[in-house]
């Protein structure tokens, strides 16, 4: 069992950054694949970023690449997210997720527990 909660969402403005954080509980925290998805109003779900149990070979979505680094620390039970140079168009609610040690994809339907969100907004 894994329960997760984000935090470090925020209002920011475009150009900006932030660095969001998903707290882990459970003492199967690194045994999971962990991943951070996003959700604008009226559009699906959207994969962000994954980052394996060792934290080795994260991987991203191409609106995220060279600009947000997905890291963990597992001592700290901890996954973050940074994110630079931030754009009115990643206004979302964002999530993190734990799906399998063997799953390193972006499927959200691969992912077995999820945080209750956190939203970040850009502003122009």
């Known amino acids: 069992q894994v329960q997760l909660v984000e935090s470090g969402g925020g209002l920011v403005q475009a150009g900006g950054s932030l660095r969001l954080s998903c707290a882990a509980s459970g003492r199967a925290f690194r045994r999971y694949t962990m991943g951070w998805f996003r959700q604008a109003p009226g559009k699906e779900r959207e994969f962000v970023a994954v980052i394996s149990w060792s934290g080795g070979n994260p991987s991203y979505a191409d609106s995220a690449k060279g600009r947000f680094t997905v890291s963990r620390d597992n001592a700290k039970n901890t996954v973050y997210l940074q994110m630079n140079s931030l754009k009115p168009e990643d206004t979302a609610v964002y999530y993190c997720?734990?799906?399998?040690?063997?799953?390193?994809?972006?499927?959200?339907?691969?992912?077995?527990?999820w945080g209750q969100g956190t939203q970040v907004t850009v502003s122009s």
């Open positions: 997720a734990a799906a399998a040690p063997y799953y390193s994809g972006s499927a959200p339907g691969a992912y077995d527990y």
